[in-house]
């Protein structure tokens, strides 16, 4: 679980160059230097873990841990003896002393993601430890000290999360001392063709990467992503995969754009990808590849999963997911 949960971030770019999107990393980079506590506030997928990152790698820490810990996936019950450790006996199956995550973190970063979904149980402790930079271990009587700068992030509005009571107001005032708001894909428009350019680069296999023709990025440009960079992100895969020439086109994306979407003029041309096309969602057609692929390799996964260019940790998930067939 350590693992999962701990992860330095590498050499991760950031892209973009809308004049808000310019303004953010700029405010991120100043901030980076003091040790300041900074709440990254955005939707889902705008990318507030990479700003995070960033803050840690411009920072005097950089040579230091970056530790990420998301509240939102781990059970209450297990957040405090992560965060804090615990000591042997604790509880049932504290078989040794367990070293906390903040102590991991020491001398670098903290990142405290989904930091709206921690339970009225814990903020006490957090608001205490943000406060005076100690803790206790579960179980433990000695007062520890740490020295970590903590960043948090959240896609709620915190005062919203206090007016209804599921959030301490002492706890949100410790943490938006500097707050930096991660605008959505749709308000800086002018992001998406680096972005998909980055990401089309990032994907290629091959020397060369695939284009994106005219007709595919006004699509594109024209879509409102609810899901953010994320989306746009998991978009160019799937038209990675479609696309049968070295340019994506218009109909590589309609799979995923459903036609409700915008105003059908005319008739869609018939073609080879007919079949494909009538089911709605890329799932669908991701599905379908994943099928295929299992039978030509003759479900041998490690052999799927090359072909497909995923991990045989996801293509185990995604085949769980989907309830596919593994054997003749
Ligand atoms: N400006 C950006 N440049 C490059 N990749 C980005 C950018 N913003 C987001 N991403 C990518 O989009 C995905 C979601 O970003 P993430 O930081 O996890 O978002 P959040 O934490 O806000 O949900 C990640 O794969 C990330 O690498
Ligand atoms: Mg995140």
Not at 158 to 163: I, K, P, T
Not at 264 to 279: C, D, L
């Amino acid at each position: 679980m350590r693992s999962e949960l701990t992860r330095k971030t590498g050499a991760s770019e950031l892209i973009g160059q809308s004049p808000t999107f310019l303004k953010l990393i700029e405010n991120a980079t100043r901030f980076a230097e003091s040790d300041s506590f900074v709440l990254i506030q955005g939707a889902s997928g705008t990318g507030k873990e990479l700003i995070a990152s960033l803050i840690h790698r411009r920072s005097p820490r950089n040579n230091r841990p970056f530790v990420a810990v998301n509240c939102a996936s781990i059970p209450d019950t297990l957040l405090e003896s992560e965060l804090f450790g615990h000591e042997k006996g604790a509880f049932t199956n504290a078989v040794a002393t367990k070293q906390g995550l903040v102590e991991v973190a020491h001398g670098g970063t903290l990142f405290l993601d989904e930091v709206g979904d921690i339970s009225p149980a814990i903020q006490p402790k957090l608001l205490r430890f943000l406060e005076t930079g100690e803790f206790r271990r579960v179980g433990g009587t000695n007062l520890l000290t740490v020295d970590v700068r903590v960043v948090c992030a959240t896609n709620k509005d915190l005062r919203d999360e206090v007016a209804a009571g599921r959030f301490r107001e002492d706890l949100l005032y410790r943490l938006n001392v500097i707050t930096l708001r991660v605008p959505l894909l749709k308000e800086r428009k002018e992001d998406i063709p680096i972005l998909a350019d980055f990401f089309l680069k990032r994907k290629a296999k091959a020397k060369y990467s695939k284009t994106l023709s005219a007709g595919a990025l006004s699509l594109l440009m024209e879509h409102d992503w609810p899901g953010n960079v994320r989306e746009l992100e998991h978009v160019l895969e799937g038209a990675v995969l479609l696309s049968s020439s070295d340019s994506i086109e218009e109909s590589d994306l309609s799979m995923y754009f459903h036609r409700s979407d915008r105003p059908v003029t005319g008739q869609e041309p018939a073609g080879p990808r007919q079949q494909a096309e009538e089911s709605t969602s890329l799932e669908a057609l991701e599905k379908l590849q994943i099928e295929r692929v299992l039978h030509q390799q003759n479900f041998n996964r490690a052999k799927t999963a090359d072909a497909l260019g995923i991990s045989k940790k996801t293509l185990y998930l995604k085949i769980k997911r989907y309830g596919l067939k593994v054997e003749e």
